[in-house]
């Protein structure tokens, strides 16, 4: 199908963005692929969206077997999705046949197999041309029927019908305690086979799916986090971005004419990331804040992603300093989105932050705190994230602010966010408290910057009413670019 | 003890005339010439010529043989092979038992 896959290998787009990426090109065509995964897992919305993505864009028709609801209900259920499989049965673009059995009022005797299923499926598939099938939840037969030599030979023999038939398969399953799936359907699908995982780590959710093989194809082999919302499902393919990105040569202001200085260039690259690191109170947010208003002067839009203040308490507190970010919030060229980090697990967070970089486009994005993610996923999960992030961001060339939270006590970065991190960024500035004479004094030191010299010493710098003052502080020599 | 007063009324899915099918057939229309005395009626459903009837009436098995009526729907799947089985499925009383 796709352009990329290999000509003697057909493949089947999923429907679902990323997954695609993980297959190198989809299902396998014209064959079964199994999904298993315990209970609210999602595995019907891959198999439903399988079908409506393959109408949609690829015009392939499809039919859906369930086996647990009815069509009414699955309609309604997946209508939040935005997937109106009404207007879908109507175009006759789509079938769906619910196979109700009710074991209490079915009784056996002497030999039958399943010719029904097949020309219920047969039936509905010949009817609209169907490329594409669904069986959700073909282990709803075990509860129906005891005779599973019977239930077992014919289920065989229906794996290879539907490879006969020439359509690709979706069956679903559910997992079992040491099995993929509790009736060991995948003895019989051996082709593609995918596990869904529902976890919930310190009482948020977190989907993840990892194929678990893909007979005569390579593929991801790690666990990738996925998401349903209200556009459907969305798989996060952490890795798959290559270093391949063009960088900059341009210089952008920090946004304060002292700490430009520190720039052996007077500022920053253009499409590079900030780290901003700092003890509670020292400087962090004013930063961003200064480069957030820098970028918005210049005429480019930001997003800035607060994980600790209100919109209106951020506007409020850097007013009282002298930055005024109430105009460019009302020409729409600065937009604060404030979440709370516990709200959703760090892939929704990564998925809103993505889209709304989509859909805005801006040139600068702000997230103040990263160390707040920590609290709602381990160290490596918020690193994964961030690389995902901060690679989006390189790609696109736009300038990105992080700032996070470090403890004032011993001198070494003793931080897991900034241990996971601080490799990540361009830039790292960081701010201390010292009490100098009884009096508390903010220090900024640059860390590090990527690809020019910068100030070594740390600079004393002040908070007043018209914002910060880097003072009587003697500029020296810039050191030595470093890497 | 009524008798079956009511008319039963059955039918039965096939696929072609498989052997399980023919069967069935032979095994149901002779259970109900025994026990029923005329009063019942088997409709026969060759779902290789109507496959949409299937839907309806659930069916996935073949053979399957499904009471309409009395309520409630009945169904009975296989070759009809276990006669005790089948008129217990059907709520069928032996006739012979009464004479």
Redesign the interface.
Known sequence: MSKNSKPHFPKVSTGVSGLDEITLGGYPKGRPVLICGSAGCGKTMFGIQFLVKGITDHNEPGVLMSFEESSNDLSKNVRSLGFDLERLKKENKLRV?Y????PS?????????????F??L??AIDEIGAKRVVLDTLES?FAG?SNMAVLRAEIRRLFSWLKEKGVTAVITGEQGVNTLTRHGLEEYISDCVILLDFRIIDQIATRRLRIVKYRGSTHGTNEYPFLIDENGLSVLPVTSLKMEYIVSRDIVSTGHPGLDKLFSKGGIYQGGSTLISGAAGTLKTILAAHFAVASCLRGEKVIYFSFEESSDQIVRNMKSIGIDMSPHLKKGHLTIHASRPSLQGLEMHLLVLLKLIKQIQPQMVVVDPISNLITIGKKSEVRTMLIRLIDDLKINNINAVFTTLTSDISGGFKNEILEAVSSLADTWIDCKNKIVDGERTRILRIVKTRGMGHYNNPVVCKISDSGLDFGSTVYQKHTKATT | MNKQTEKLELRLYIAGQTPKSVLALSNITQYCKEHLLGKYSIEVIDLLKNPQLAAGDQIFAIPTLVRKFPEPLRKIIGDLSDKEKVLVGLNIRPVNKEN
């Open positions: 046949d196979v109700r059995i009710e009022e079915i009784e056996e005797t002497g030999e039958y197999d399943l010719e029904g299923l020309i219920r047969n039936h037969l029927i």
